[in-house]
C-alpha cells in the first residue's frame, strides 16, 4: 500500500484544514487508517483513527472535539478535517494504516506510512 499525503499548509489560529490521505496498490478495506502528527523535537503522536470497513473512529484528546477523521470508500481516501486550529497543532501530519482490526495510538502498530504534510498554525 501507498499513501500520498496532502493538504498541508500555512493557516491563522482559528481557521481549519483538510488533510487527505490517498491509497494504492490496495484498498483500505480491513485496516484501520490513522492520522499521527510529529512537531519540531518531539515524539510523533496519535491523531486520530478509523475502522475502515466499519466506520468506528477514535480521536487523541488534545483534538478530540474539534477533529474529524472520514473516508471515502469509493476514492479509497483518508480525510482529516481540523477545525480551531491551534499553534500547538503545528506538525508534520503523516497518514498510516494497520492490519489491526481495532487499530492503536501506537505508531508501532502501523505498517504503511504516508511522506507527511506540513501544517503550520501562526498565531
Known amino acids: 500500500v501507498q499513501l500520498q499525503a496532502s493538504g498541508g499548509g500555512l493557516v491563522q489560529a482559528g481557521g481549519s484544514l483538510r488533510l487527505s490521505c490517498a491509497a494504492s496498490?490496495?484498498?483500505?478495506?480491513?485496516?484501520?487508517v490513522g492520522w499521527f502528527r510529529q512537531a519540531p523535537g518531539k515524539e510523533r503522536e496519535f491523531v486520530a483513527h478509523i475502522r475502515w470497513n466499519s466506520g468506528i473512529t477514535l480521536y487523541a484528546d488534545p483534538v478530540k472535539g474539534r477533529t474529524t477523521i472520514s473516508r471515502d470508500n469509493a476514492k479509497n481516501t483518508l480525510y482529516l478535517q481540523i477545525d480551531i486550529l491551534k499553534p500547538e497543532d503545528t506538525a508534520v501530519y503523516y497518514c498510516?494504516?494497520?492490519?489491526?482490526?481495532?487499530?492503536?495510538?501506537?505508531?508501532?502498530?502501523?505498517?504503511?506510512w504516508g511522506q507527511g504534510t506540513l501544517v503550520t498554525v501562526s498565531s
Open positions: 496498490g490496495r484498498t483500505f478495506s480491513g485496516y484501520t
Open positions: 498510516a494504516a494497520t492490519r489491526s482490526l481495532y487499530g492503536s495510538s501506537d505508531p508501532q502498530r502501523y505498517d504503511y
